[in-house]
């Protein structure tokens, strides 16, 4: 019978099985290769290549978003901002890119390979009480290979705090005259008292060196290192639930009541923030959530 209201056959069960059988060893031969880019032993421009000299390759079946998730530091929304500045669909396959598409993802992928040997600048932000000060602490007592920065104050110095060990203690002339020159990556005035920053030439000077620098600070000043570093990789702590946020927060007992509630307010806003992070992490356990940090850091071990 022919016709428009034909149907064709369905597929015999032998090739059913051989069909899932090999859709099931693709997916498999992906994951291989996505984790030898995780892992270092190929470049993800090697892929790339590989994809274009052959059409047939598992690597041309590869989603562009799926190779480029596989980079450190690339969460999801960096990935999502790159195939949109690249102008390529979430969808494509390296295999279907045009001429022009491939161009620009050779181009940007031979960009990351020429800084891949400097340091990293990592960004540790969240809501209150969420721990961004304790896993700062463990990995300052047991990663001394990773650097934290040293943040500029107009405060003066408290009993035991050491000038360029604790902050740079600055007075407001000189300050001013950092902000003028444009040497911070971020500052503010915390409680309409002293000012505080992230002086920019210390940093620079030791990404240039090849050492990864460990930023620790508020929401709005990761905002600020954004736009001044867009290289920087910006990290969301998570409480594990809501519930245990509140615990921690009115566990601590050094806030009033009315304390308590403006800063709960406060954590619910900054929890809508999470989306324009690259990385969360969620602090459910110090060690495990400073290990994922320093991961990102690219810092071999001692």
Known sequence: MTGQGQRHPDMPAVDRAAASRAAVEARRARAAVKQAVRAGERSALSVAETAWRDAESVE?????????????GLGPTRTLAALESLGIAEVKRLGGLGHRQRQA???WLRSREAVAGHGRLVVLAGPTAVGKGTVSAFIRENFPEVLLS??????TPRPGEIDGVHYYFLDDERFDAMVAADEFLEWAVVHNQSRYGTPRPPVAAALAE???VLLEIDLDGARQVR???????LVFLLPPT????????????TES????????????????AQDEFDVLVVNDDVERAAREVVDLLAVPRA
Do not use: C, H, I, N
């Open 257 to 272: 009541a009315e304390e308590q509630a403006r800063r709960l307010r406060t954590a619910t806003v900054e929890l809508a």
């Open 105 to 107: 993802l050779r181009s």
């Open 150 to 155: 040293v943040s500029a104050t107009t405060r």
């Open 242 to 253: 809501w519930e245990e946020l509140v615990r921690r927060l009115v566990g601590r007992g």
């Open 60 to 72: 041309a079946g590869m989603r562009v978003r799926d190779l480029l998730a596989t980079l450190k």
């Open 227 to 233: 736009r001044a570093m867009p290289e920087a990789v």
């Open 210 to 212: 090849g050492r990864s």
